[in-house]
């Protein structure tokens, strides 16, 4: 059974920073896509960022481009999301997830993702 659990989220004002965390426990076999969404009150779920943990395709939304970074911890089997300049904009919860293995070309569709964590508050001031 795979588990996704996210951390780190808050409030903070518009220019400040926050890094995400998302834990997994139990095992996917194989190389899989993963990523960071997120959903703002009133507005469909969107990727933020995705990647293959066996190497390439990384993609990240144009919104977040040059401010948020996605990057994994294997050892730790963590992934995570810094996030720098923070807009009010960026307000949403957060949510991690991952693909089945049979997924070798990800993109920014939540539907193409099999496991979700419960996701994190982010709240960004002005």
């Known amino acids: 059974q795979v588990h996704l659990a996210e951390s780190g989220g808050g409030s903070v004002p518009a220019g400040g920073s926050l890094r995400l965390s998302c834990a997994i426990s139990?095992?996917?076999?194989?190389?899989?896509?993963m990523g960071w969404f997120r959903q703002a009150p009133g507005k469909e779920r969107e990727g933020v960022a995705v990647?293959?943990?066996?190497?390439?395709?990384?993609i990240t939304a144009d919104s977040v481009k040059g401010r948020f970074t996605i990057s994994q911890d294997n050892a730790q089997n963590t992934v995570y999301l810094e996030m720098n300049s923070l807009k009010p904009e960026d307000t949403a919860i957060y949510y991690c997830?991952?693909?089945?293995?049979?997924?070798?070309?990800?993109?920014?569709?939540?539907?193409?993702?099999?496991?979700w964590g419960q996701g994190t508050q982010v709240t960004v001031s002005s």
């Open positions: 997830a991952a693909a089945s293995p049979l997924r070798i070309r990800c993109t920014m569709v939540p539907d193409e993702y099999n496991y």
């Open positions: 990647f293959y943990t066996g190497g390439g395709n990384m």
């Open positions: 139990g095992y996917i076999y194989g190389s899989h896509c």
